[in-house]
């Protein structure tokens, strides 16, 4: 199954993309060198819920106000700005 991959500085970066995400079965996965994502499932979901995730996590980005967010989607890296507020 195919995930939206955020990756995260630390743990408590992550639980906090989690608990912003929780909507959309995100969860905290540590990988084995240590470091941490968040993976948000997509399965059968339809384009109205990626845009939906992809819109929760611009709401945290510009809600937590520390930089960007470092994303994954089918294997291409890609970087989720602030919104201008």
């Known amino acids: 199954m195919e995930s939206l991959v955020i990756h995260v500085a630390s743990r408590e970066s992550g639980e906090g993309f989690r608990g912003a995400l929780k909507e959309f079965d995100a969860k905290l996965v540590e990988s084995e060198d240590g470091r941490y994502h968040?993976?948000?499932p997509l399965?059968?979901?339809g384009t109205k819920?990626?845009?939906a995730s992809l819109n929760a996590i611009e709401a945290y980005v510009t809600q937590r106000g520390d930089g960007?967010?470092?994303l994954e989607l089918g294997g291409h890296p890609y970087l989720l700005e602030p919104a201008d507020e």
């Open 49 to 51: 819920q990626i845009v």
């Open 38 to 40: 968040v993976e948000i």
């Open 68 to 70: 960007p967010a470092h």
């Open 43 to 45: 399965g059968a979901v």
